[in-house]
């Protein structure tokens, strides 16, 4: 049996998450293909919701999910929320037809019910591996006929149903990113179709869902493989064509291993959360065992979806690498427009205690500075770290470092100046306020360059390092007329004079 299915219909293209926890960065990736492919076909991309895994499904996952592809900017024309001709869209919704499609197979011979106990089940699939075999079901029940299957179910025996699987057989199909695969039956077994419960097997139901919805292609990770000849085999029973296999290989991590939790973030809402923007995710996640071509990386969703072809897809493995995330989330940092930058920054600095209600003076000042930080950052988590020195500076604090302390009792002049020229000018400086007190401190002690600079950046920063000065001292003044948190140049060199002189006391 070997599969080519017909590539003239339009495209229809699925992503069906299972609401059992966040969306990984893996399967966003199966969502970003599958759109992407969708997209650029001007074919349709379908969400459906697998969540027949009632124990650990819940709606506040599938939630997160839709909120998460949202986000990304993948939109679906059919699927749940937004509905379609092929509902309705989660497993769940669906239990009926499930149910009628199982009672056909059984029907046609091409599936029975099974009466083994778990405990028998155990016990083969351990002998099976003690002499080296492969664990599969041995048929046990294969030749019950369908009548007595039914007497013994109506008299209170419970029973999965299970595939009746061709002995000795090829199922081969051509996969269009890994070539032609093949698995013999002798391998494969009689899998489950629908557990005792009356719940549907993942195998079972997604063939169901894939025909009637009529998915031209699946693409999905190179986890799916082995599901596939059971797939093929249940298309075959039924007398549907298959879609198209593309299985991609998975998303790794550094040591080459799946993506996991001990890699660090691992879910869409775990990157999100760190300030990392939504293009910047999509076009890494996209890049991962696929390029665009031309030597371009950087591309925005659409011109991706313009490239994407599955036969340029990668077989060999992906790995994630967050250097190479922060490189892309930098160049879109510098792209986003302004007011976009703010309004996301702002979370952060409340995250960071440092603003609390928020003004329209407020968001124009904070304006004028993020953009400029934010230029300078991998993720937007590092904006508090990077603003620092306006909303957190503590004389007291800089001074308890010991080298910083020994810099300053150096440059005393210098400090001593500075706090003079502040006291005794105009209480607000700009830009050219600033270097014009800054001249008439190198006048006054004699020092210029970094004998200059890195003491004044010491008093008013409390930082050894970070923005230009010409830059942040401006801010450090509209600040301080704005939010009463921060302090203004004056009152930080004031500061850092007595607390440097009631140290200097203190060793005498």
Known sequence: ????????????????????????????????????????????????IEDTDRER???????????????????????????????????TERLDLYRDKADELLEAGHAYFCFCSAETLEA????ALAAGQPPMYRGTCRHITLEDA???????????IRLRVPEARDVAFDDVVRGTVTFNTAVIGDPVLVRSDGIPAYN???????????????????????????????????GWTPPAFAHVSLVMGPDHSPLSKRHGATSVAEFRARGYLPEALVNYLALIGWSPGEGQELLPLDE????????????????????????????????????????????FLRQAGWIDQVTGEDIAFLAEL???TAASLDRLEQLPGRLAFLFDYSAERTLENAAIRAEALAAQPVVDALAAELASGAPMLDKEAFRAVATRVRERTGQKGKALFHPIRLVLTGEAEGMELDLAVPAIERGAARLPRIAGARARAEAFVRVLAAGTQGTR
């Not at 966003?28 to 969708?38: S, V």
Request: aromatic share 8%; charged share 25%.
């Open 124 to 127: 083969e699939r351990k002998a």
């Open 304 to 347: 991706l979806a313009r490239r994407f072809r599955l036969d340029t897809v990668g077989h060999s493995a992906g790995v994630f690498d967050e250097e190479k995330l922060a490189w892309v989330n930098r160049h879109y940092l510098k792209q986003a427009a302004p007011a976009r930058l703010t309004g996301l920054g702002v979370r």
């Open 150 to 160: 039914r007497r013994r179910r109506d008299a209170g025996e419970t029973a999965v």
């Open 370 to 372: 993020v953009p400029v």
């Open 1 to 48: 049996m070997t599969t080519t299915p017909s590539a003239a219909r339009p495209m229809r293209l699925r992503f069906a998450p299972s609401p059992t926890g966040q969306l990984h960065v893996g399967n966003a990736r199966t969502a970003i293909f599958n759109w992407l492919l969708a997209k650029g076909s001007g074919g349709t991309f379908i969400l459906r």
């Open 57 to 91: 499904s819940t709606a506040a996952s599938e939630h997160a999910i839709l909120d998460d592809l949202r986000w990304m900017g993948l939109d679906w024309s059919e699927g749940v929320e937004v509905g379609g001709a092929c509902g309705p869209y989660r497993q």
């Open 204 to 238: 079972f139901a997604v063939v169901i869902d894939d025909a009637l919805m009529d998915i031209t292609h699946v693409v999905r990770g190179e986890d799916h493989i082995s599901n596939t000849p059971r797939q093929l085999l249940l298309y075959e029973a039924f």
